[in-house]
């Protein structure tokens, strides 16, 4: 089922953490963690800000959720309600092929912003690794440890069920590292990790990406777009660009959510 959400930056960043915080505890209440794929590039840069600040209750509480019974307290925020981040485990959904300490890479902005504010374990991060100077070789390490994570937590051979995935949506429709035109990527169905070669990205290059079947197999989807492409994101909402990248997210079992900055 399709879900949109729209409203001004500020209030569409304060649901977007609420929703997010709501579906950690229900994981976490049901599972015992919560498997969050983060997503690069700049717009998710505000949101992970507020992620790591929390959430008030009482707003957490105006918004329709409810207050879970093992919440935790922010530690910037003593007032705040945080992610239970001891049993939150966090993936990247693409990588550009650059070292981690490079300013375009995705796990450097989500360090800087996000992972180096909150109290989430080391070993509970899984960056994609992007230092054996061959992305197809690298591509192929993540996957693996991807298999060995989510065979030891009783999943067979199917593409893993994540709890949310995080996406942005490009001006040419693309998610993650798939772009339009690339049909080799978007029609895999065999492989959950693939390197692309991405000479329309910002910047350029080779990068890492999860594929279709790893995306359509989340209990949610949630994306996060910027004002510049609202009538583009409710176009493939409305299910009216299924040609695009963005427009072949369809989870299986799951739900996909548009937060879209806009004033509706």
Known sequence: MTHWISAPHDALL??????????AYRAVAERGRFTLVLSG????RALHQKLAEGISEERYHKLGYKLPVEARRCPR??????????????FLGDERYLPPSHPDSNYGMARETLLR?????????????????????????????????FRKTGTDDAPPSFDLILLGLGDDGHTASLFPGDHTSLKEKERWVIAVDAPNGKPPGMRLTLTLPVINE?????????????????????????????????????DVWWFVEGVE
């Open 218 to 254: 989340a209990k949610t989807v949630l994306f996060l777009v910027p004002p510049s492409r609202y009538e583009l994101a409710r176009a493939i909402s409305n299910g009216e660009r299924p040609e695009l990248p963005a427009g072949m997210v369809k989870p299986r079992s799951g």
């Open 14 to 23: 304060e649901k977007a953490v609420a929703f997010i915080t709501d579906a």
């Open 117 to 149: 504010h909150v109290c989430v374990k080391p070993e509970n991060i899984f960056r994609m690794p992007t230092e054996s100077g061959d992305p197809a070789e690298d591509a192929r390490r993540y996957e693996s440890l991807l298999r060995e994570f």
């Open 41 to 44: 590039g700049n717009t998710p």
């Open 77 to 90: 925020n003593p007032d705040a309600l945080a992610l239970p981040w001891a049993h939150t485990l966090l």
